[in-house]
């Protein structure tokens, strides 16, 4: 007599995996369970697994549909899809003639000057900060024969 297959939480919350090593426990928890529980054929398990693959597939799709995405998702998407739309209109800016934006009714924009000012505005700026860190850093380290360098404070 077969003993019937142990069934998992139903709640969603159970689908939610936090760490690669809960994952993995995930998985053995699963595979012990299909070995376990079935009769040593192929058949068997291949069938177990199909079950519990769609099983789970409509649990998320209940849990996606009670909960809805993340803001923090859709946050991602929008910036994403901001960021892209923003470099596109930037370099058609920067790399069109102007008598093409003019044909095109476009009159109101930006000096080219502009196209080139303020990338190197920015790469200077980083280039200065990153300086200016190091320098930070070389002036708060106490000098080599410092006894702080060779004990650190209790």
Known sequence: MEKPMEEGPSSPTSLVVSSPRRTMSLLRERRARVASSSASTSAAIAELQEKGLEETKMRGAAFAAEHGPKP????????????????????????????W????????????????????FVIVAVVLGLIFYLGLN????????SF??????I
């Open 138 to 145: 070389f002036m708060l380290t106490p000098p080599p024969n």
């Open 101 to 120: 934006l003019h044909s095109l009714g476009i009159t109101y924009y930006p000096s080219k000057y502009w196209a080139l000012a303020v990338p190197s």
């Open 148 to 153: 702080n360098t060779m004990f650190g404070e």
């Open 72 to 99: 923090s998702e859709v946050y991602g998407f929008v910036g994403s899809i901001t960021t892209v739309i923003a470099t596109v209109i930037f370099l058609v800016w920067a790399y069109i003639p102007e008598r």
